[in-house]
């Protein structure tokens, strides 16, 4: 068994928004030791998620109740360590909004998953939204260095590893993907919504897999226009179209004008060839785009 403690990441700035869920989930959590055991699990039952009778607002409010403090503790220590990267990379509103996405979503799943005869259980726990974070840090972060506690059986600590996250929580996904097949989508058998954890994860995977797919794809075209703006460019200078002057403050496209010039190797249109797009990043700052 792996047990994760560090995550080797430079933060720019404070995790307000996963401290802020963190917080609020807690503090929901202790009203609730406040109350009286049957008003409590009356309490549960309203506003946890169960799928033979729901209500759309418990797809928001079952990611905030927990049954007891290691469910609590379990979740938030995971969200902590797993939520700050995420958060960090897209922001503290778009962090909110997807965590709570991905919690509907992952119940979503469990209903789907769960087999009717156990439609009447309410699901509690924000195992559903964490697994949603869990998978957009495979698809955000995938060779992130995690560092983790091994354990034998009787949670005997052996040693201690680094590994990356794509190991990590590939191995977690699979070990949730083995006790949802095993006990045959029972949430009662263990006490725990694998569907739950197998739905969340997927959505978050996909959608920064498909974001990040997205954001390549973009970035490769404004490079590729740039580029293409900057032959072109050259390839006037070398017709005579262009006064050279008017270029001297960009290192690349100056070396381009003096690797070709008129009349020594054929005609200006060979200039695509010239000189790798990567290659020219490193001759001088204002040889790459603005956005690099």
């Not at 909110?96 to 991905?102: D, G, H, R, S």
Request: charged share 15%; with cysteine; hydrophobic share 55%.
């Amino acid at each position: 068994m792996l047990f994760p403690y560090h995550i080797e990441y430079e933060y720019r700035r404070w995790p307000v928004a996963t401290l802020g869920v963190i917080g609020f989930t807690t503090l929901v959590f202790l009203v609730l030791q406040l109350m009286p055991p049957d008003s409590r699990f009356v309490m549960l039952y309203r506003f946890g998620f169960t799928p033979e009778d729901f209500s759309p607002i418990s797809l928001v409010t079952s990611t905030l109740l927990h049954a007891g403090w290691l469910h609590l503790i379990g979740n938030m220590y995971m969200l902590w360590l797993f939520g700050r990267p995420l958060e960090d990379r897209i922001g503290r509103p778009a962090a909110i909004v997807f965590y709570f996405t991905a919690g509907a979503v992952a119940l979503v799943a469990h209903a789907l998953l769960t087999p009717a005869l156990y439609w009447d259980v309410p699901a509690v726990g924000a195992s559903g939204a964490i697994a949603g974070v869990l998978g957009a840090s495979l698809a955000v972060f995938p060779a992130l260095r995690v560092g983790c506690v091994v354990l034998l059986f009787e949670f005997r600590p052996v040693g201690i590893v680094r590994l990356h996250t794509a190991f990590v929580l590939g191995l977690w996904f699979l070990i949730q993907l083995i006790l949802q097949e095993a006990l045959g989508g029972n949430p009662q058998a263990a006490g725990v919504a694998y569907g739950a954890h197998l739905g969340g994860f997927l959505f978050g995977y996909m959608l920064f897999g498909a974001l990040s797919v997205a954001r390549s794809a973009r970035r490769d075209w404004a490079v590729l226009k740039w580029q293409l703006g900057l032959r072109r460019k050259a390839a006037e200078i070398v017709r005579g179209e262009t006064l050279p002057d008017v270029v001297t403050d960009d290192p690349a496209l100056r070396q381009m004008v003096f690797l070709k010039t008129p009349g020594t190797h054929g005609d200006a249109e060979e200039i695509a060839g010239w000189i790798p797009i990567r290659w020219m990043w490193t001759i001088g700052p204002h040889s790459a785009p603005p956005w690099w």
